[in-house]
């Protein structure tokens, strides 16, 4: 009986003794002098490759074995051996080799040499059999099931909230519109403005830069809800950590103030890592080779109680900081990312939570303070990402609420619904947003966002 396995099965002490069938990607391929192959396969099941030992003595050796080439896939039958070798626990000895599909040496662009991030990102439909994009996506899937496990073990309940929408939530003006009009020709109004009136909503419609309004809807009714899925923001900042299209969790929390959200957020991001330390620690020890600190940050932040600190003692600490910053640092400015990176790598050393941001700087949505100055936001900074998570307690006084949205010139009409849940049995609530990228920068070390998403979406960029 042949068992069908997989590389990283057989790559464990599992199958030893066993006929089992394997099929994958080629890496490499050396011919040795004694009457073998050494074929290294791996089919994404783990970093790991396992060796096959290819006999010259199969009967199709000689026709197909210089085909088996790197990117090439293949078939393989054999008897799962303990291996001599160093390094690795078994190998595979072939009893049959089939060539599945072949993969022309002098035109793969994946060549033995290593290659650059850069070069990689030109090539986003072949880079996931490298490597590092192995272990990426291996580690996105492995945070995102790890996601739903938290909430779901923390009786969180999963909402589907819309991808299309009508509302700004963040209020920043950073929305891709989503229209069926013709562009080149669109129906105006007496005016001559676009009658968007006249368009597939019959309103001015967007893809959505946050599920959270939504999703209070449903947490004030279900108590402990969260959505996780795609969100949208055309900001125009081509930085390392901003993506046009990103994966955010937002969880919401009903009977719940500022103190108890911390606490969440704190919880959650260490839960997230403390799986991946142990669901993927070959991967995450190879990104350790790229950055040796790597494995001490994590390990660290798990076992660390993240500081929790004023936005006002952030900014007094700033500026006596004595060091030169491009943005020059007082209150009631929006903290770039070098001051916040300041603050977690250089002053503390450890994750920080900032909490009570001036108002004039945060969405409406905030509970205001009784200073009237600074509302309970919160923004969770990790060192090398800055702000990973941003969050808040909820105002849900409808008189205040009403103020602050006068104060930001929205549309109350169209938030008639919002404004309901305080209407009728609000309570405290608070919730937070996880940017997925942002975590998986900060688990893998790698720097630029647009290597922790399959296919980024960035300004100029929407290839694939
Ligand atoms: O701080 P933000 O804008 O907060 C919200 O959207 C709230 N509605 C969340 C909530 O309270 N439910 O975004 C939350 C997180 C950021 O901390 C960051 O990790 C990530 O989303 N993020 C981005 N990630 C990649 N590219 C971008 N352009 C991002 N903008 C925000
Ligand atoms: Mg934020």
Aim: glycine share 6%; proline share 4%.
């Amino acid at each position: 009986m042949i068992t069908k396995i997989t590389v990283a099965e057989a790559r464990s002490a599992d199958f030893i003794g066993q006929s089992v069938q394997l099929s994958g990607w080629v890496r490499t391929r050396r011919d040795s002098k004694a009457g073998f192959s050494f074929v290294e396969l791996n089919d994404g099941t783990s970093f790991g490759n396992v060796q096959i030992i290819v006999p010259q003595s199969l009967s199709n050796y000689e026709t197909i074995i210089k085909s088996v080439t790197p990117g090439s896939s293949i078939l393989v039958e054999g008897i799962v051996k303990k291996s001599p070798a160093q390094g690795q626990l078994t190998e595979v000895e072939a009893s049959l080799i089939e060539l599945i599909g072949e993969s022309d040496a002098a035109t793969y662009p994946l060549q033995k040499k290593g290659h650059s991030l850069e070069f990689l990102r030109s090539i986003a439909h072949l880079r996931v059999r490298t490597n590092t994009f192995g272990a990426v996506a291996r580690i996105r899937n492995t945070v995102s099931y790890s996601i739903h496990r938290f909430f779901q073990q923390n009786n969180f309940i999963y909402v589907h909230t819309p991808i299309i929408t009508a509302s700004d939530c963040e209020g920043a003006g950073q929305m891709f519109r989503v229209t069926t009009l013709d562009i080149e020709n669109p129906p105006r109004d007496n005016n001559g403005k676009v009658d968007y009136s006249k368009d597939f909503f019959a309103k001015s419609s967007y893809l959505t830069v946050s599920g959270q309004l939504n999703v209070e809807t449903y947490c004030i009714g279900l108590s402990k809800v969260y959505t996780f899925g795609p969100t949208f923001r055309a900001e125009n900042s081509n930085t390392s950590r901003h993506a046009a299209e990103f994966w955010m969790v937002e969880p919401e929390i009903a009977f719940c103030e500022l103190p108890e959200n911390m606490n969440w957020a704190e919880k959650f991001l260490k839960h997230l890592i403390t799986d991946v330390l142990v669901e993927r620690r070959e991967d995450i020890e190879f990104f350790n080779k790229t950055d040796s600190t790597l494995l001490d940050t994590l390990n660290q932040v798990v076992e660390s109680n993240f500081i929790r600190l004023s936005y006002t003692d952030a900014v007094s600490i700033l500026e006596k900081s004595g060091k030169k910053f491009d943005y020059n640092v007082r209150w009631g400015i929006d903290l770039q990312s070098e001051h916040e990176r300041f603050l977690t790598e250089e002053h503390f050393k450890c994750p920080v939570i900032l909490y009570d941001y001036p108002r004039t700087i945060k969405p409406f949505y905030m509970r205001l303070n009784d200073d009237g100055k600074t509302v309970r936001a919160m923004d969770v900074l990790v060192p090398k990402v800055g702000e990973i998570i941003g969050g808040s307690e909820r105002e849900y006084r409808i008189d205040i609420l009403e103020e602050r949205m006068n104060d930001q010139k929205l549309d109350k009409e169209s938030y008639n619904w919002y404004i309901d849940l305080r209407r009728y049995g609000t309570v405290p609530h608070s919730g937070f947003g996880l940017g997925l990228e942002r975590a998986l920068m900060f688990i893998t070390g790698i720097g630029n966002i647009r290597d922790v998403l399959p296919f980024p979406r960035t300004p100029g960029n929407c290839d694939y």
